[in-house]
């Protein structure tokens, strides 16, 4: 079983695999899982700083596996205009829910409560499945990375 402990937020001409992930996965600190390859991988990252899309993995023995996201199913919201698109954003951010914003549109995990109130504010519900790629939070560092 392959194993990785280092990431890089910069591509390398020499991957090797890949793994694709959903979003719940990707925040895990250990993965078990198989590369798209078909690889048996273990993942050992620090805790608190989820895999991100586009990322880079080093086994211990030297190989590059790139992060890849898995669609997945998500409410998009989609609004005409920034006034109310900035209030639905503050109404849900209120409800301390992973979002992914978008110019006019914010996307989160299917939830029929949060999609009534973006509705209420008159957003398009759009439920096709995407990759989902929440914000960090304010706190967090947008990219975890390590020099070579």
């Not at 398009?124 to 990219?143: L, V």
Request: a negative charge.
């Amino acid at each position: 079983m392959l194993q990785a402990y280092q990431r890089f937020s910069h591509t390398h001409s020499d991957i090797t695999d890949s793994i694709t992930l959903d979003q719940d996965t990707r925040k895990k600190a250990r993965i078990k899982g198989k590369t798209d390859g078909g690889v048996d991988i273990g993942i050992f990252m620090e805790r608190g700083h989820p895999l991100l899309v586009g990322e880079v993995l080093k086994t211990e023995c030297g190989l590059f596996i790139e992060i890849k996201g898995q669609a997945e199913p998500v409410s998009t919201a989609i609004a005409t205009d920034w006034l109310t698109f900035c209030k639905v954003c503050y109404h849900l951010g209120n409800r301390h829910t992973s979002l992914q914003i978008g110019e006019l549109w914010v996307r989160f995990k299917p939830d029929n409560v949060l999609e009534e109130l973006a509705e209420k504010y008159g957003l398009i519900i759009d439920h096709t499945p995407t990759i989902f790629e929440p914000e960090n939070g304010a706190y967090s560092n947008s990219r975890h990375t390590h020099d070579h």
